[in-house]
C-alpha cells in the first residue's frame, strides 16, 4: 500500500515507508524514508499489503503489521511491529491482500486469514478469521491476493476466483453498478487442461486393483476402461461419489489381468 519490501541474495529482508501499524517489522511504529534491514538471512519469498508477509528457507511462515480483520493469522486481531512466527514449516508461496493474507504449503493446500466481508477467503462466509484456516486440500499451485479479492491455479491450469466481483475483476462475466456483488466460494473461471485427471493404481497381493484419485467433493466420477489406446475404445465400468476430502472410493474396477487402461471423468 504504502510500504515497500525487497529481498537481497544475502536471503536478508529490507523494508522501507509508511509504519504506522508496524509493517515494517522494525520494531517501532515510525516511517523511513531509506531501506534498513529487517531480518539478516534465510528470507525466501516476501508479500506486502496493508500487512507485511515473508518466509524462510525452513518454510517456516512470518508476518508482523496490520492485524484488525485477523490478516497475521496469530489469533488476535492486535498490530504486531515485530515479525512473528506464523506457521513453523511446509510453506512454499505467500499472498497479501489489503487486509487478508493467503498461503500454500507443500501439500499443494491452499490456507487464508483475514477480512472475509466480501468473500475473499472463499470459506462460504463473510466472517473474518485471525487464525489459518484450509480452503483448498490439495492441487494449488499459485496464488494471487488482491483488493477484497483472491484468485488461485490448479495443477490442471485451472484459473478460480473468489471474492468482491464489481467491476468484474472476478472475470465471471459479473459487473455490478451497485458495487455490492461478490462471491465467498471459489469458483472456476478458466478451465483447466482438457482430457483426464491421473489416478494412482496398486495391483494387490489377491489381483485385484486398488485405484487412488482426489477429486472434488461431491462429484460423479466414472471409470473407464479400454484394452487399448490405438484406438481407444473406453468403456463405462462404474461411478461413485467422491467424499469427504475429495477422495473417491472405485468400485468395481476392472481385472487387472485382461483390462490395460483407465480413466477417470466427472459426469453429470
Not at 519469498?45 to 515473508?54: E, P, V, W, Y
Not at 497479501?96 to 472475509?116: E, I, N, P, Q, R
Not at 462475466?173 to 456483488?181: A, L, N, Q, R, W
Amino acid at each position: 500500500f504504502s510500504h515497500s519490501l525487497f529481498l537481497k541474495s544475502d536471503g536478508s529482508l529490507w523494508a522501507m515507508g509508511e509504519n504506522d501499524d508496524g509493517q515494517l517489522g522494525d520494531g517501532t511504529y515510525n516511517d523511513t524514508n531509506l531501506p534498513e534491514m529487517i531480518v539478516a538471512s534465510n528470507v525466501t519469498a516476501i508479500a506486502a499489503g496493508f500487512q507485511s508477509l515473508f518466509i524462510k528457507s525452513d518454510g517456516s511462515l512470518w508476518d508482523m503489521g496490520y492485524n484488525r480483520y485477523g490478516g497475521l493469522g496469530d489469533g488476535t486481531y492486535n498490530d504486531t511491529n515485530r515479525p512473528e512466527q506464523i506457521v513453523a514449516s511446509n510453506v512454499t508461496a505467500i499472498a497479501a491482500g489489503t487486509s487478508d493474507s493467503l498461503f500454500l504449503k507443500s501439500d499443494g493446500s491452499l490456507w487464508v486469514m483475514g477480512s472475509g466481508d466480501e468473500g475473499e477467503l472463499g470459506d462460504g462466509t463473510d466472517n473474518n478469521t485471525n487464525l489459518p484456516e484450509r480452503i483448498v486440500v490439495r492441487g494449488v499451485t499459485a496464488i494471487f491476493a488482491g483488493s477484497a479479492h483472491n484468485l488461485f491455479l490448479k495443477s490442471d491450469g485451472s484459473l478460480w476466483a473468489m471474492g468482491w466481483d464489481a467491476f468484474g475483476q472476478l472475470g465471471d462475466g459479473i459487473i455490478d453498478p451497485s458495487f455490492s456483488s461478490y462471491t465467498n466460494l471459489p469458483e472456476e473461471i478458466v478451465a483447466g487442461t482438457p482430457g483426464y485427471n491421473q489416478i494412482s493404481a496398486q495391483l494387490l497381493n489377491d489381483g485385484s486393483m486398488l485405484f487412488s484419485y482426489i477429486g472434488i467433493v461431491g462429484t460423479n466420477y466414472a471409470l473407464d476402461h479400454s484394452f487399448s489406446l490405438s484406438p481407444a475404445n473406453w468403456v463405462p465400468q462404474t461411478t461413485n461419489i467422491a467424499g469427504a476430502g475429495g477422495v473417491l472410493v472405485l468400485t468395481n474396477v476392472p481385472n487387472a489381468a485382461t483390462n490395460n487402461f483407465w480413466r477417470v471423468r466427472s459426469v453429470p
